[in-house]
């Protein structure tokens, strides 16, 4: 409910502040609402907490949109491909370009999330030997360490890297 508020104010000030005429009475007593507590839409503070609730309102669709656990890899390069966006200020409405980015990159992000799993999956029948043996060796368990770093290093680049060029997998 907060965050809803926020958003909403957050839209209704970055319009009303802007010399907006078609709202008669009611903008101008936002207006003045707005210099009483000198709000400045170009500030430090107010760009700020945009930028907090872009990405609190981002985190939320990437959440969701995880719930059927087929799309965490679609999902997760549409949250790369905004976060990219605002990097280099070029993001326009959020959950608008989110949706794009996640139709965009569907196929091929869940392709990527499906053998991801798979590793992940190989990944932890190995640990699991690793576990049960009464006295693993030391390879066994330093190609473990090692397999799993990359397998999952990998991974955290792979997303960025499909949400930045048009690769193929």
């Known amino acids: 409910?907060?965050?809803?508020?926020?958003?909403?104010?957050k839209n209704s000030l970055r319009g009303?502040?802007?010399?907006?005429?078609?709202?008669?009475?009611?903008?101008?007593?936002?207006?003045?609402?707005?210099?009483?507590?000198?709000?400045?839409?170009?500030?430090?503070?107010?760009?700020?907490?945009?930028?907090?609730?872009d990405i609190l309102l981002l985190n939320i669709l990437w959440i969701v949109s995880c719930i059927p656990l087929v799309t965490i890899g679609a999902?997760?390069?549409?949250?790369?491909?905004?976060?990219l966006k605002?990097?280099?200020?070029?993001?326009?409405?959020?959950v608008k370009s989110y949706v794009k980015e996640f139709k965009t990159n569907f196929k091929k992000s869940t392709?990527?999330?499906?053998?991801?799993?798979?590793g992940i999956y190989i990944l932890y029948l190995d640990w699991q030997i690793v576990l049960?043996?009464?006295?693993?060796?030391?390879?066994?368990?330093i190609v473990s360490i090692i397999s799993t770093f990359v397998v999952f290093a990998g991974f955290l680049y792979v997303y960025p890297l499909t949400a930045r060029y048009d690769n193929t997998v």
Request: proline residues 2%; charged residues 10%.
């Open 1 to 9: 409910l907060f965050f809803y508020g926020a958003v909403l104010l």
């Open 111 to 118: 392709l990527l999330w499906l053998l991801q799993a798979a």
């Open 132 to 141: 049960k043996t009464e006295t693993p060796s030391i390879f066994l368990l």
């Open 16 to 53: 009303f502040t802007t010399g907006c005429t078609c709202h008669g009475a009611w903008c101008v007593s936002l207006k003045r609402v707005t210099q009483m507590f000198n709000y400045n839409e170009r500030s430090p503070f107010i760009n700020f907490v945009n930028r907090l609730l």
């Open 86 to 94: 605002m990097l280099t200020d070029e993001e326009g409405y959020i």
């Open 75 to 83: 999902a997760t390069t549409a949250v790369y491909a905004i976060l």
